[in-house]
């Protein structure tokens, strides 16, 4: 398959990327597309051309030389306007506390809920490093961290007493890791939990994914 805008040479595929791609597939790279373009990282031009390659891509190796070329640059950290924090402290007892949009993402976020909740929006987050460390204390509250194609969440180091911690990875062909995120702490009675972001009842109805751009 060629594309203009693809790589020039894509690497020799081995016997489990000619398996067949479905739906979910085909989906994951769609965004991860999407994503990069957002980033400047490729052109109008070249995101309709490979949007339309994986939509209509057959196998594994057909969806990897539409994103091979983009590994390299999506491990690099993102130019910020601001300087990155080496560490945030929220402390929420009560109400909500929130960040989204485009903020710059410290190397370390320590989030104390009492009776609270604490939501961690990365989907337009500016990624400076590629490893979050997040550090929760949750009593009775929730923080919550939403995520999008490429961040990854580990949060095997969470102690829980009476509480739940819940990790949802994104579906599909994995994408070119560019954040990892280490959740340690503790959760007494409340909950933690990592998430992609939700679809809107319509983007539900016609099976396609979440929207990042």
Known sequence: MTVEGSPARAPEPGPEQQLRVGYVDRDAVVEALRVAAGDGRLTPTELDDRLEAALTAKTFADLAILTADLAAAGQQPTTAKAPA?????????????RRDGQWVLPRRIEARVTSGSIKLDLTHAVIVAPELEVDVSVRSGSVTVVTRPGIEVEADDVAVRSGTVTVRQHRGQATPVILRVRVIGQVGSGSFKARPPRRTFLAWLLRRPPAYT
């Open 85 to 97: 924090k080496d560490v945030v402290r929220i402390d929420c007892r009560s109400g909500s506390a």
